[in-house]
């Protein structure tokens, strides 16, 4: 079974042709902090939505890349800085 970052929906991390250590650490890395935010971005879509079915990670790079950037700015400081609401 592979890991989410694995998807090929998502960060297709398999793909990557590389042997460079320092490249494939930078990479992974990377996607680490996007998988965090995305994660913190899908809660926050699940806590708003009227749904029992929570988004798979794929609809919320969907839903997220037909925002504006400022949108997703919102989210990226709202994940490093707290909420609205704090």
Same mark, same amino acid.
């Given at each position: 079974?592979?890991?989410?970052?694995?998807?090929?929906?998502?960060? #297709?991390?398999?793909?990557?042709?590389?042997?460079?250590?320092?490249?494939?650490?930078?990479?992974?890395?990377?996607?680490?902090?996007?998988?965090?935010?995305?994660?913190?971005?899908?809660?926050?879509?699940?806590?708003?939505?009227?749904?029992?079915?929570?988004?798979?990670?794929?609809?919320?790079?969907?839903?997220? #890349? +037909?925002?504006?950037? +400022?949108?997703?700015?919102?989210?990226?400081?709202?994940?490093?800085?707290?909420?609205?609401?704090?």
């Amino acid at each position: 079974m592979h890991s989410r970052p694995d998807d090929e929906r998502v960060f #297709n991390q398999d793909s990557i042709q590389s042997c460079d250590f320092d490249y494939l650490s930078n990479v992974f890395g990377i996607n680490r902090i996007a998988y965090n935010i995305l994660s913190y971005i899908r809660q926050d879509m699940i806590s708003k939505s009227q749904s029992k079915r929570h988004p798979s990670f794929s609809a919320v790079q969907d839903t997220l #890349n +037909s925002k504006r950037l +400022s949108h997703v700015f919102r989210y990226i400081v709202m994940y490093y800085l707290g909420s609205e609401d704090d």
